[in-house]
C-alpha cells in the first residue's frame, strides 16, 4: 500500500528547491528521477505526475493559494505555500483519479486545522462560481475553465462537504469522526478477440567488423609536464626541508623544543616494545647469488646505443688524427696554456669561498641581533596585555548592566502579546459560524450542477469506448512481412559495377589470395635485412671494446695524477675581516645567554612566591574547618546531656554536617592543588 501523505510530503519539497529562474524544468525533473529510484513505479509516477502538474498550472494554483493568504490564512506560514499548492492541485486534477477515500487518507495525514482552512475556503461553491471561475477564465478560454474545472469541483463539493464537517468536529471535540461506507467496485472482464500468433522472423546476420586501429603508444606514457611538476615539488620540498632545519639549530632558548632524557628514554622503550610485537615468524633472507656479487657486469646494449658509441669513438679518433697533423706542420702544444688556466682557476675558487663564509658569518650576526631585537618587543607586549585586561573588565561590567535592562523590556512585550491573542480567538468562532450558515445556503445549488456533469461524463464515456472498439478492429487485420531473396540475382538498381552476392564471395577470395602472396614475399625481405643488420652490430661492438680498454687505462692515469695534486694543494687562508665578524658574533651570543638566564631566574621567583602564598593559604582554610567541626560536636554533645534532641537526630544532623564540610575542604583542596597544577 502507498502511502500518499510520505509521497506528498516529498513533492513539496522537490517544490521548495525549483527555482524557476535559475533551474530547467526538464533537468529538474530528471535529477528528481535519480533521486527516487529506491521507491516503486507507482509511487515514483505519482510524485513526478504531480511535480509537473504543479509546475505546468502554476498560474492556476498561485491565485487560489494568494487569495487563501490574504483572506483566510493570514496567519499561516508562508514556508507552507507549496503544500497548499499541491492539495490544491489533487483536489482540482485527481480527484477523480484518486478517489474520495486516498483523498481523504492524504489530508489526514496533514495537519488538521490547516487542512480545514484550507478546503473550506476552496470547496466555497460562492467562491468556485464567482472569482475563482474569473480568475481563471483570463488565463484559460471561459468555457474549457467551466466544463473540465469548475463543473467537476462543483460536482465533488457535497461528497468533500463531510470530510470537512468531520476536520470541524476533531478541532472542535477531539473526537475521532464515523468512518464513511465504503463503496466497492466490481470489475468485468472485457470481451475481446484473441490475436492471431505471429510468425516467427529469421535472425538477421551479425555484420562482422573491420580491424580496429592500434592504441598510440603515448597513451600509456605519462605526460612530460607531470614529469616537470614532480621535479619542481621535489625541490620545493627540499628547500623547505633545509629552512626548517636553519629554523630549527637557530631558535630561541627560552622556546626550545627539544624533549628531555627522560622523554626520550621512555618513547625509545616503547618503540622498541612495539617492534618486538612486529617479529612474526618471519623467513630468513635468501643471500645474493654469486653472478650479481661480481663488479663488471656486462651490459646488454640495443642497435641505438651501438651505433652512438660507435660514432663517438669514430669522431674522438678523427680529433686526435688532426691533432698530430696540426703538431707535425709546426703548430704549439696547447698544455702550458691548460695548466696555467687551471691554476687561475683554482685560485678564483679559493677567493670565493672566503667571500661565502663572510656572507654566512654576516647573517649569523644579524640573526642574534633580531634575537635580542625581540626579547625586548615580548617585554613591551606583556605590558600593553595588562592594560588591556583592565579595559576588558570595565566594558564586561557596562555589558551585564544594558542585558538586565533588555530583559525587563522583553518581559512587558511577551505579556502584551499574549493578551492580544486572547481576543483574536474569538473573532475566529464567530467568523467560522457565518462560513457554516453560507455553505448549508450553497448545497441546493451544487446538487444540481453535479447532476448536469454526470450526464455529460457518461455520453464522453460511451464516445471513448466506440474509439477504442474502431482501433482494436484495425489493429486485428494481418499484415504480410516476409520477403524472399535469391543470392544468385542482381538487386537491379541499375548501377555499372553492380553484381550478385555469390560473385562478391568469389572475387574477395581471389583478392585474399593475392594479399597473402605479398605478405610472404615482404617476410622473406625482413629476414635478409635483419641478418645483415646484425653482421654489422657485431663488428661496432668489437671496435667499441678496443676504445673502452684504452680509455680505462688513460683513466687511471689521470685519477693518480688528481691524487698527488690534491695532497700537494694547501687549504685557502683566512681573511682578517673573516676573524673580526667571528669574534663580534661570538660577543653577541654571550650577551643573548646572559638576558635569557636573567629571564628565568625572573620567572622561578615569581613561581616561588606564588606558591609559598597558596600553601599558607590552604593551611588557613584547613584549620578554619577543623575548628569548626570541634565546635558543632561540642553543641550536640551539650543538647545530649540536657535531652532536648534525641540521638538519631543528633547523628543524622552530626553526618549531614560533616558531609557538607567535608566536601567544601575536599573542594578547596581540589581547586587548590588544580591552581598548583595549571601554575
Not at 574 to 595: F, G, S, T
Request: aromatic share 6%; hydrophobic share 35%.
Amino acid at each position: 500500500m502507498t502511502s500518499y501523505g510520505k509521497l506528498v510530503k516529498e513533492v513539496v519539497q522537490l517544490l521548495d528547491r525549483f527555482d524557476p529562474e535559475n533551474h530547467c524544468v526538464e533537468v529538474f525533473i530528471e535529477d528528481a528521477l535519480k533521486e527516487l529510484k529506491n521507491k516503486d513505479v507507482s509511487e515514483e509516477a505519482f510524485v513526478l505526475e504531480v511535480l509537473s502538474g504543479c509546475i505546468e498550472y502554476k498560474q492556476l494554483l498561485d491565485v487560489v493559494v494568494d487569495a487563501f493568504y490574504a483572506r483566510s490564512g493570514k496567519n499561516c506560514l508562508a514556508s507552507e505555500y507549496n503544500l497548499y499548492a499541491v492539495i490544491c492541485y489533487l483536489a482540482t486534477f485527481k480527484l477523480e483519479d484518486l478517489g474520495l477515500q486516498q483523498f481523504s487518507k492524504i489530508i489526514r495525514s496533514q495537519d488538521i486545522s490547516k487542512m480545514y482552512k484550507f478546503l473550506s475556503f476552496f470547496f466555497d461553491v460562492i467562491n468556485l462560481s464567482t472569482w475563482i471561475k474569473d480568475d481563471w477564465s483570463q488565463i484559460y478560454d471561459a468555457p474549457y475553465v467551466v466544463e473540465n474545472w469548475i463543473t467537476p469541483l462543483l460536482r465533488w463539493q457535497p461528497e468533500v462537504e463531510p470530510l470537512i464537517n468531520q476536520l470541524h468536529d476533531k478541532i472542535t471535540n477531539g473526537c475521532s469522526p464515523k468512518k464513511m461506507d465504503k463503496i466497492w467496485t466490481e470489475p468485468q472482464e472485457f470481451n475481446l478477440t484473441k490475436p492471431k500468433p505471429r510468425a516467427i522472423p529469421l535472425p538477421e546476420k551479425i555484420p562482422l567488423q573491420g580491424k580496429h586501429q592500434q592504441v598510440p603508444p603515448s597513451t600509456y606514457k605519462p605526460p612530460k609536464e607531470q614529469q616537470l611538476l614532480d621535479e619542481m615539488k621535489l625541490k620545493n620540498r627540499q628547500k623547505a626541508e633545509t629552512v626548517l632545519l636553519e629554523a630549527n639549530t637557530g631558535q630561541f632558548s627560552c622556546a626550545n623544543a627539544e624533549k628531555s632524557k627522560r622523554t626520550k628514554q621512555v618513547i625509545s622503550q616503547i618503540i622498541k616494545e612495539k617492534e618486538l610485537k612486529l617479529k612474526f615468524q618471519c623467513q630468513p633472507a635468501n643471500e645474493m647469488p654469486a653472478s650479481y656479487k661480481a663488479d663488471n657486469i656486462p651490459i646488454r646494449l640495443n642497435t641505438t646505443a651501438i651505433l652512438r658509441e660507435g660514432a663517438l669513438y669514430n669522431r674522438r679518433v678523427e680529433q686526435e688524427l688532426r691533432k698530430i697533423e696540426k703538431l707535425v706542420e709546426g703548430a704549439r702544444d696547447p698544455s702550458e696554456f691548460m695548466a696555467w688556466q687551471r691554476q687561475m682557476r683554482e685560485r678564483d675558487m679559493e677567493e670565493k669561498l672566503a667571500e661565502v663564509e663572510r656572507r654566512r658569518l654576516e647573517g649569523r650576526l644579524s640573526h642574534e641581533e633580531a634575537v635580542l631585537a625581540r626579547h625586548k618587543i615580548i617585554q613591551e607586549n606583556k605590558k600593553k596585555a595588562t592594560l588591556k585586561k583592565e579595559e576588558t573588565a570595565g566594558l564586561m561590567r557596562r555589558y551585564a548592566e544594558k542585558r538586565l535592562e533588555e530583559e525587563k523590556g522583553m518581559k512587558e512585550l511577551v505579556e502584551q502579546v499574549v493578551e492580544g491573542h486572547k481576543n483574536a480567538r474569538q473573532a475566529k468562532a464567530k467568523i467560522l459560524e457565518c462560513k457554516q450558515r453560507i455553505v448549508q445556503e450553497v448545497t441546493e445549488e451544487s446538487q444540481e450542477l453535479l447532476r448536469q456533469a454526470l450526464e455529460k461524463a457518461e455520453a464522453e464515456l460511451i464516445r471513448k469506448f466506440e474509439l477504442i472498439r474502431q482501433i482494436r478492429a484495425i489493429e486485428s487485420v494481418p499484415l504480410i512481412r516476409h520477403k524472399f531473396v535469391d543470392h544468385t540475382q542482381i538487386a537491379g538498381h541499375a548501377l555499372l559495377g553492380e553484381m550478385s552476392l555469390v560473385e562478391l564471395h568469389e572475387r574477395l577470395t581471389l583478392l585474399k589470395e593475392a594479399q597473402r602472396k605479398e605478405d610472404e614475399e615482404k617476410r622473406d625481405t625482413i629476414l635478409r635485412e635483419k641478418q645483415t643488420k646484425e653482421q654489422f652490430l657485431l663488428d661496432h661492438l668489437n671496435q667499441i671494446s678496443l676504445h673502452r680498454a684504452a680509455m680505462g687505462k688513460a683513466n687511471m692515469l689521470k685519477k693518480e695524477e688528481k691524487k698527488a695534486k690534491s695532497q700537494s694543494t694547501k687549504a685557502f687562508l683566512k681573511d682578517e675581516r673573516l676573524v673580526e665578524l667571528q669574534k663580534k658574533l661570538e660577543e653577541k651570543r654571550q650577551d643573548r645567554r646572559q638576558q635569557s638566564e636573567s629571564l628565568k631566574i625572573k620567572a622561578g621567583e615569581d613561581s616561588a612566591q606564588r606558591l609559598r602564598s597558596w600553601n599558607t593559604r590552604k593551611k588557613s582554610l584547613e584549620e578554619h574547618h577543623w575548628l569548626e567541626l570541634e565546635r558543632n560536636l561540642e553543641r550536640q554533645v551539650q543538647l545530649l546531656k540536657h535531652g532536648s534532641m534525641s540521638s538519631e537526630v543528633a547523628l543524622k544532623l552530626a553526618t549531614c554536617h560533616a558531609a557538607r564540610t567535608g566536601a567544601s575542604s575536599l573542594c578547596t583542596t581540589h581547586s587548590l592543588s588544580g591552581s598548583k597544577s595549571a601554575f
